[in-house]
């Protein structure tokens, strides 16, 4: 079945340290979606990449599409302790089954 | 706009107990789905609607059920709860199909099965 794997599962950084997690499909995805999910809360959506290579920016957050639409990063520059919480991918393999990556969780120490 | 929103916030239940958890959202969606979240391995789709009067199953529906009679609400129901079913449920919407879409989450259901 369609599993959706992100690295690590956990990361601790310093405050100011940069930071990422990698997202990697065993089938070809349509989109890939990033959401994160502060501890308590709820998944709130960051951002959707759609096109074969594709690179977005959000402020000090990167978000790439790999080439052959299998795989994702997140990168966040310079990180803040507002970054905490678990990020997660989620991808469309073309029906209406949003797949759901395990997850990363962030911790800043300041 | 209240957005999505689910009740009960925290529940618990004995085994072979029957419940039903409400989603209910305010912003004219077509598309409903309910996951259901656990440590170390994300969101898990449970089933989906892809509007009122049509529901599917998504990776994990066994031991739940769902109806979509308005597009405003999407109860899941616990037919005879097990404690593998203890868990964090969200219900999410989008406007259409999912597809492409950005999916909003209501803010949880805690549930434990003891």
């Known amino acids: 079945g369609q599993q959706v794997m992100q690295i690590p599962q956990y990361q601790h950084v310093q405050e100011g340290e940069d930071f990422t997690t990698y997202c990697n499909s065993s089938t070809t995805l349509s989109n890939i979606q990033w959401y994160k999910q502060r501890p308590g809360g709820h998944p709130v959506f960051l951002i959707q990449l759609v096109k074969s290579g594709e690179v977005k920016k959000q402020k000090r957050l990167t978000f790439q599409f790999g080439e052959a639409k299998k795989n994702s990063s997140l990168h966040i520059t310079a990180t803040q302790t507002t970054d905490v919480g678990t990020y997660f991918c989620?991808?469309?393999?073309?029906?209406?089954?949003?797949?759901f990556g395990t997850g990363t969780r962030l911790t800043v120490i300041p | 706009n209240a957005g999505v929103t689910q009740t009960p916030k925290f529940q618990v239940l004995k085994t072979g107990q029957s419940m039903t958890l409400q989603c209910a959202q305010d912003?004219?969606?077509?598309?409903m789905s309910w996951y259901r979240q656990d440590p170390g391995m994300g969101l898990r789709l449970i089933h989906y609607?892809?509007?009122?009067?049509?529901?599917d199953q998504g990776e994990v529906p066994n031991g739940y059920n769902v109806s979509r009679s308005t597009t405003e609400d999407f109860p899941l129901r616990l037919l005879s709860a097990a404690p593998s079913q203890t868990s964090v449920y969200f219900c999410a919407s989008s406007p259409t199909g999912g597809y492409n879409q950005p999916q909003h989450f209501g803010d949880g259901t805690r549930l434990s099965i003891l």
């Open positions: 912003m004219n969606h077509e598309y």
């Open positions: 609607s892809v509007g009122a009067g049509i529901t």
């Open positions: 989620a991808g469309h393999t073309g029906a209406n089954n949003l797949f």
